[in-house]
């Protein structure tokens, strides 16, 4: 179905290819899986399926990418959309329409297709995907699954061949996550469906795949069967991690798999010794909220909230989508909307500070953390950072340098950094103020394991120079290893807090794959199960 033909992409001004001699064939009915680290190329790889790349991107293509018979350099993507539909990171930026059946039958009317033809194309869809009651909802209304459903809906009723999604799980929380991946191995399986699926998080999407491919730091790429693929991978998932380590055989790429695998492991290891950090009551809390509530027009975001966060700590804010996690960490940090309550932080309550106080008190990276990036180079954001927080100059550029090793030129364009070091750049910024509390909303989105790891190293770090850190996420590998408290908001109110092991494994949705393959003992950390069956056996099990 799809064909890479010795594939060579180079961009304007680039040294290097992104893709070098690529030769691939992914097959008709196949879910394939595109991995690699932060940058490595993958969206190049998924954008030249429909044409995009070179002819919108710039740069030069050399090999052909045929796809169902046609090569893309030769016919526009408006041409390749009946055969090819592409759905992005973000499906509410692709939206044209303000209703679902509008959007699912804007697709068809540019494509000319008959009044009579689109409407029971529609009620397919809508049936196929589970979201008929959704019809007549505003797009904007519905949950970040309902929209990313809808967004493969607008596409789908194109009747397109092949599938191209990109990240399509890394804004959702684990039950819109899975809701979206049934709808796409539906399409797989019953429609024979071609699909190519880029995604970071591995351990949501490894188990459905039939292929897998592996872009490499070089631009060549590896491919074939998941577990030939995820035995050399250096980025896998946990229980991918854990079986490599023991030399489990076959190697397991689900829970379900690790779990027959790990029944002596279970016995053996007993439970995990949790040293939950105990902070100094002696000191007051960082922050202090009290019955802080958030309404937007009629919709009341947050309820009632009362928080105290402890210098030394990382605490995690999980719900599912819509929850109220973003309304309520913009509340904390005083520039967002507040009906009610108030949140002290050193005497003073955030909302009515000035915004220089307020920097020096709360800092905050927000979801999308190039929006606070608005000048030419890296070098002009750091030196603004520099004044508008009255530090000396070169603060904000020593602190962008200790979080990403060094070596990123001042001279780059803040858009034209990876995911990683953007975030990087952003909670720079944010702490040449030298805020005692900091607040990182979805700060894993885009990151591969490696980016993720790297984070949390940041995290430890400003919690054990004394600030209280909280971070607003959906990645329940991430908030495993990395938070000491987990605060879980349902309808914008506080349903569960306590230490981490605690509430994310009493929690189906929110335990991480090791706390899954492990149960009913609270382990959470993928190196000390190994170190501790390895010390258990005397070696691998």
């Not at 046609?70 to 959309?81: K, N, V």
């Not at 679902?100 to 194309?121: F, N, T």
């Not at 074939?224 to 380590?245: S, Y």
């Not at 939950?276 to 809390?285: F, K, L, T």
Request: proline share 6%; net charge negative; glycine share 10%.
């Amino acid at each position: 179905m799809i064909r890479f033909d010795r594939v060579t992409m180079t961009y304007d001004g680039a040294d290097e290819p992104v893709l070098r001699d690529v030769d691939l064939t992914v097959p008709e009915g196949c879910l394939c899986l595109v991995t690699g680290r932060t940058g490595s190329g993958k969206t190049t790889l998924l954008r030249s399926i429909n044409g995009l790349v070179p002819r919108f991107t710039g740069g030069l293509l050399q090999g052909r990418v045929l796809v169902d018979g046609h090569d893309t350099s030769a016919l526009p993507p408006r041409e390749l959309a009946g055969v090819v539909g592409v759905v992005g990171q973000d499906p509410l930026a692709s939206f044209v329409t303000d209703v679902v059946e509008d959007e699912l039958a804007y697709g068809m009317e540019q494509l000319s297709i008959a009044p009579e033809v689109m409407r029971p194309r529609v009620e397919d869809t809508l049936d196929l995907l589970g979201i008929a009651e959704l019809r007549d909802r505003p797009l904007r209304d519905l949950s970040g699954g309902q929209q990313q459903r809808v967004a493969i809906g607008s596409v789908l009723t194109c009747h397109p061949r092949v599938l191209v999604l990109d990240e399509p799980t890394s804004a959702l929380d684990p039950t819109a996550a899975e809701e979206v991946l049934a709808a796409i191995t539906r399409l797989v399986h019953d429609l024979g469906t071609t699909v190519v699926l880029a995604e970071h998080r591995l351990e949501r999407v490894l188990q459905y795949a039939d292929v897998v491919v592996r872009v490499l730091d070089d631009g060549h790429v590896v491919h074939g069967d998941p577990a030939a693929v995820m035995a050399e991978a250096p980025l896998a998932p946990p229980v991918v991690r854990l079986g490599r380590a023991l030399g489990w055989s076959p190697l397991p790429l689900s829970v379900r798999d690790a779990r027959r695998h790990a029944t002596l492991l279970r016995d053996g290891l007993g439970s995990p010794h949790l040293a939950e950090p105990e902070p100094d009551r002696s000191a007051a809390p960082r922050l202090t909220a009290t019955n802080v509530g958030v309404r937007h027009g009629r919709v009341e975001a947050v309820r009632d909230v009362s928080l105290s966060l402890d210098a030394g700590t990382v605490t995690a804010l999980m719900g599912r989508n819509g929850s109220g996690k973003s309304s309520l960490l913009w509340a904390l940090q005083g520039s967002g909307t507040r009906s009610s309550g108030t949140v002290d932080v050193a005497g003073s309550d955030t909302r009515s500070a000035s915004p220089a106080t307020r920097r020096s008190l709360v800092g905050l990276v927000p979801q999308t953390s190039g929006d606070l990036l608005y000048l030419e180079t890296v070098d002009d954001e750091c030196a603004q950072a520099d004044a508008e927080s009255a530090a000396a100059a070169g603060t904000c550029r020593a602190l962008f340098d200790d979080l990403t090793g060094g070596g990123v030129d001042g001279a780059v364009h803040p858009r034209d950094l990876s995911e990683g070091q953007r975030l990087a750049l952003v909670l720079a910024v944010q702490l040449t103020a030298a805020p005692s509390v900091v607040l990182l909303d979805e700060p894993t989105r885009g990151l591969d394991y490696a980016a993720k790891e790297q984070l949390r190293t940041v995290l430890r770090r400003l919690a054990d120079d004394g600030a209280a850190v909280v971070v607003a996420t959906h990645d329940v590998e991430f908030v495993a290893t990395a938070c000491d408290r987990t605060v879980v908001l349902a309808q914008g109110e506080v349903v569960a807090d306590g230490p981490t092991a605690a509430v994310v494994c009493a929690s189906p949705m929110l335990a991480p794959q090791v706390a899954k393959v492990l149960a009913p003992e609270a382990w959470l950390d993928v190196d000390a199960v190994i170190e501790a069956a390895l010390d258990a056996a005397g070696g691998p099990t």
